[in-house]
């Protein structure tokens, strides 16, 4: 999380669906709505200052990768299983 002394506080006009997947990824994470928001945004710009190197996304897009290998390899056991039961292979 960044200092607190460079924040400014602003209001902005968001979706209730986005507040939901805020708050979400909030809890998901252990941290605060506002950080989240941050987070964001740091994604969104980051072709622009080409600060790649950011210890915060690359810890996302390292959870995210995480995540997407083992529900591909649920996805891929599942798939196994079924396949057998419709095609028994005859021993």
Not at 6 to 28: P, Q, W
Not at 62 to 84: F, G, M, N, P, Y
Request: one cysteine or more.
């Amino acid at each position: 999380m960044r200092s607190q002394s460079n924040l400014v506080r602003k209001h902005y006009l968001v979706s209730e669906d986005n507040i939901k997947k805020i708050e979400k990824l909030a809890t998901m994470r252990g941290t605060s709505n506002a950080d989240i928001v941050r987070q964001a945004i740091d994604a969104y710009t980051l072709h622009e200052d080409g600060d790649t190197g950011s210890p915060e996304l690359m810890q996302l897009v390292s959870e995210r990768l995480k995540e997407a290998v083992s529900a591909t390899k649920k996805t891929r056991r599942h798939v196994t299983k079924v396949l057998q039961e419709l095609c028994p292979v005859n021993a």
